[in-house]
């Protein structure tokens, strides 16, 4: 009993627990202000939420930035393609709309459905370039690959995903200061998951 509060014990961690989301999630919030940095600041969120995950976390502030600073140029470029072909997708979307008729109704969907797809890619590739280091196109065909074949994570992943939307639309002044945090948080856990399949057998031993 003694040992209870043992600033390295299991109690104080599971109690410092909200306390780092609640940071995350405002380090997150303030480094995608710019916009154009929302996939250097997620990749870094996902960094130190994996640590974390697997006890392996430092000073969370320093270990944000190192991650954001080192992902920034692969990450950002990401997050502008993902907006990139959103906007064609979309733009497509309301063209075949506006044409009409059986073939417009059928392309609309077929973009609908490309942009669904791209959504799903978009949840895969900020955790995958927060833990492995390839070039972005194997990065892109990785979380294809992934997001097929642990289906029913997907599923999941996209379903929190929505459920934090809609939160986030019809209760932002609530739950804004933790939110994005503890979504991610959740994620981390299901990403940890999937990817301990892919690491290299030397880290996988490290961290069981």
Same mark, same amino acid.
């Given at each position: 009993m003694g040992n209870i509060f043992d600033p390295d014990g299991k109690l104080m961690e599971l109690l410092w627990k909200p306390i780092h989301i609640m940071f995350l999630n405002l380090l997150w919030v303030l480094f995608?202000?710019?916009?154009?940095?929302?996939?250097?600041?997620?990749?870094?969120?996902?960094?130190? !939420?994996?640590?974390?995950?697997?006890?392996?976390?430092?000073?969370?502030? #320093?270990?944000?930035?190192?991650?954001?600073?080192?992902?920034?140029?692969?990450?950002?470029? !990401?997050?502008?393609?993902?907006?990139?072909?959103?906007?064609?997708?979309?733009?497509?979307?309301?063209?075949?709309?506006?044409?009409?008729g059986s073939f417009g109704t059928f392309s609309a969907m077929l973009f609908v459905g490309l942009d669904v797809l791209l959504l799903l890619v978009s949840l895969y590739v900020f955790p995958m370039q927060a833990v492995f280091d390839n070039p972005i196109g194997r990065t892109v065909k990785s979380a294809l690959l992934l997001l097929s074949r642990h289906l029913g994570w997907t599923v999941v992943l996209l379903a929190l995903a929505i459920l934090t939307a809609v939160a986030v639309i019809l209760y932002w002044p609530l739950?804004?200061?933790?939110?994005?945090?503890?979504?991610?948080?959740?994620?981390?856990?299901?990403?940890?998951?999937?990817? #301990?399949?892919?690491?290299?057998?030397?880290e996988q031993n490290q961290q069981e």
């Open positions: 995608s202000l710019p916009i154009v940095t929302i996939g250097a600041s997620t990749t870094a969120l996902y960094s130190v !939420l994996i640590k974390m995950r697997n006890g392996r976390e430092g000073k969370i502030l #320093r270990d944000f930035w190192t991650a954001f600073r080192q992902n920034f140029r692969q990450a950002t470029i !990401l997050w502008l393609l993902i907006v990139l072909a959103a906007f064609v997708f979309t733009t497509d979307i309301v063209f075949f709309l506006n044409m009409g739950i804004g200061w933790f939110v994005f945090g503890l979504a991610a948080f959740i994620n981390a856990w299901i990403f940890d998951k999937i990817f #301990r399949r892919y690491y290299p057998k030397e």
